[in-house]
């Protein structure tokens, strides 16, 4: 089956045009002007403690040693924002959104030559107001640019397998390489291309023989796979020379690698991981994965429906992958497959699953329904599937009444901290993301290496090692009110209130 069947005409820009017009003109109303502290951003927060380094003149560091467990380009992007408008939530917000425009009209760009232009708005549409797109939209996290990048990866594919020639396949791997300093994620495009590529030449010609097959590779897959690792490298190069000294005391991880195969994600000599242990979490997560996409697939289905619309789902993909034998489904099936096996697992990790997998979902039913049906009839009810999506799911300014109370709760908290504790002195938590992004300045952790050390001596360890001259609490947190009389034992306090608690330590 070919990989296109509708034209890029007039009728497909109108479509490509609504798309825009709709998303745009929708966003005064879905974007907020609140920084969003919860266990779902604390990324958020480190890149922001890391824009502001870059800012301050100290590279792409985390307390002044180098970050190197996600790449740069976040960062970047945030240090952009405050150099020109500071710490302007909103227009944070806004800029994430607009790479939310940018992805929604990318899937319609990839979309449109399977499932027409129609079909297309009302998928590209659909996700757009979908509220767990929205909630991704609205936090300073790297998920939705990076989904904007992989889909643009995939546009630069299509154009440049339309015309063979090597220096638009290394132009596709410079994009590719560019795109895994937002998302490291993206890497996995190489060999879903390699796959399709390999499976169409294998269906179409079949070179002959083992020198037939090699001049294929050296011709199809080398320039993109070479071109892509090339501009790659230098990150990899740069966190191998110049990394954090283990183990990590102020994160979860030193490094993917160590998460992924160590007992210790912050420890590269703690023991290796047991293979039976990787596989024994695989039906748990292939379960829960399942649910997630089955859950966007009809908004309110949970449990073991879920599960079997989710299974729907992703027969129905894989059904395309084989048929269509393009890029975008390989890479589905392929994250699907490392996601089983990831040291850990958000639900917003599924993004580009879902984002390929709904038109690929409409897609596989044409093909099959249409076996049955009557083609027009086919299209009807996919189109009608297609606007329930939103109807059924989406919830205006979802989560907003709690992200601005806990916004204006750590203002609060900051402010009295700063109130409490002159701004050359040195400021601790239990976890010190959230509060170092409405500080204004560096706030080490406590939790990670008492964690490490069985008990508080391990945070004592932090105090000492750091120069630790304040602790900050907050009754209102839980983990704080655990540590508090433990810590209260041996230091002064100097400031308490229902937000802030401030203790000067006795080091």
């Known amino acids: 089956m070919p990989p296109s069947r509708h034209a890029w005409d007039r009728r497909a820009k109108l479509g490509l045009l609504i798309v825009l017009l709709v998303t745009l003109a929708s966003l005064p109303f879905l974007v907020h002007g609140w920084f969003e502290a919860t266990d779902e951003t604390n990324d958020a927060s480190i890149y922001v403690a890391s824009a502001r380094a870059l800012l301050a003149g100290e590279g792409y560091s985390y307390l002044g040693q180098p970050f190197t467990v996600r790449p740069p380009g976040m960062s970047l992007v945030l240090a952009g924002i405050f150099a020109l408008r500071g ?68 546009a630069i594919e299509r154009w440049a397998s339309a015309k063979r020639s090597w220096k638009r396949d290394v132009l596709l791997g410079v994009a590719i390489g560019l795109s895994t300093y937002m998302r490291s994620v993206v890497i996995l495009v ?196 297609l606007v329930l999506v939103p109807v ?12 601005e109370g806990q916004h204006n709760f750590y203002v609060r908290y900051a402010a009295e901290v700063a109130a409490a504790v002159p701004s050359e002195q040195r400021v601790a938590s239990q976890i010190g993301w959230h509060l170092s992004v409405y500080l204004d300045r560096p706030v080490w952790s406590l939790f990670f290496a008492a964690r490490r050390a069985g008990g508080l001596q391990g945070a004592f360890e932090v105090i000492e090692k750091y120069e630790i001259e304040a602790i900050a609490l907050s009754p209102r947190i839980v983990a704080d009110r655990d540590v508090q009389p433990g810590l209260t034992a041996r230091s002064k306090v100097i400031w308490t209130s229902a937000d802030a608690f401030v203790l000067a330590t006795r080091r």
């Not at 894989?318 to 390989?330: G, L, N, Q, S, T």
């Open 190 to 385: 190489i060999p879903a291309i390699a796959a399709a590529r390999v499976l169409a030449e294998w269906s179409q010609s079949r070179p002959d023989g083992a020198r037939g097959w090699f001049r294929f590779a050296l011709l199809r897959i080398v320039p993109f796979a070479l071109a892509a690792i090339a501009v790659k490298m230098p990150w990899d190069v740069r966190c191998a020379l110049h990394h954090p000294t283990p183990p990590v005391d102020q994160n979860f991880l030193f490094d993917y690698s160590t998460a992924m195969w160590h007992v210790d994600g912050g420890d590269p000599s703690s023991p290796r991981r047991e293979l039976s242990a990787i596989a024994g979490n695989v039906p748990g997560r292939a379960e829960r994965i399942l649910a997630l996409m089955g859950g966007h697939l009809l908004p309110g289905t949970v449990g073991a429906s879920a599960v079997a619309l989710g299974v729907v789902v992703f027969v129905l993909m894989a059904v395309i992958a084989w048929k269509r034998r393009d890029p975008a489904e390989f890479f589905a099936v392929v994250l699907f497959g490392v996601l089983l096996v990831y040291f850990g697992f958000r639900d917003r990790l599924a993004l580009p699953l879902w984002l390929i997998a709904l038109p690929a979902t409409v897609d596989g039913f044409l093909l099959i329904g249409g076996m049955r049906i009557a083609p027009t009839i086919a299209r009807g009810v996919a189109a009608l599937f």
């Open 87 to 154: 710490s302007d939530w909103f227009v944070v917000n806004l800029v994430i959104s607009l790479f939310g425009v940018a992805c929604v009209s990318l899937l319609y760009f990839h979309a449109h030559r399977r499932i027409g232009s129609a079909l297309a708005c009302l998928a590209a549409l659909a996700i757009w107001f979908s509220s767990p797109f929205q909630a991704q939209c609205n936090q300073a996290m790297s998920d939705v640019p990076g989904a904007a990048l992989l889909l643009a990866c995939l």
């Open 392 to 403: 059924l799911g989406f919830r205006p300014r979802a989560g907003w009444g709690q992200i």
